[in-house]
């Protein structure tokens, strides 16, 4: 059986990496989250002081550029690789909304994308790999044989986000993530350098009112077509 890319784009809180996972398990693929590699970043800029209404100092961020090792670790008894950050397990700081609420300024600084996004086509070189972020189909990787495209209702997304910082005992507030949610999908969508954006031949896939069974299923089906078609040529 062949391999393929699969490229996961869409707006945030769209549960990309949930079916992402899912779907590389199924196929015996990798799965990488591009999302935790920007948000490392940004932790890294938010503990050094880099960070205000936006990032207050990016040209020293671009100089401690090298100074950032990121690596996945991948973790058996979770069954998916974690994010380190020089070496330590991040996976939990990273995941925090003042992460979020600093990440799209520091992922729109282009050589920040030039760093990840060198990184990210070189693991997806073998194909077999599920990965998902914002521009998987549109830059890293253009000749993906499967893109889909996420996308739910701001209030949705807002829920299920609000109900996972909940479950990890953050405290915050519905209107604060729903807030968060609108503004990363203005800034995500409005950058300069690889904005947000639906690639011409991705499938636009609307999980507002779909439970996760159906849209794994229908995702599954997606992956099997493409790898069967590319079976038979
Ligand atoms: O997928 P996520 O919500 O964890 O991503 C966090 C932020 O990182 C998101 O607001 C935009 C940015 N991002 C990006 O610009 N490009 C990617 N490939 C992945 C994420």
Redo the contacts with the bound molecule.
Sequence with gaps: MQKITVAIDGF??TG??TIAKQLAKALGYIYV???????AVTLFAMRNNLMGAGVNNQSTLIKLLPKINLKFVYNDELGFAEMYLNNENVEKQIRTLEV?KN??PV?AIEEV?FKLVEMQKKMGKEKGIVM?????GTV?FPDAELKLFMTASAEKRASRRYKELLDRGDDVSYEEVLKNVQD?DY??SHREF?P?KLAPDAIEFDNSDMGLKEQFERIFNYAERVINKKDAQ
């Design positions: 945030s809180s990309k990496s989250d591009t999302g935790a590699m920007y948000r979020s990440v799209s992922a994308r998902d972020g914002r521009d998987i890293v990363r800034l995500d690889s947000l």
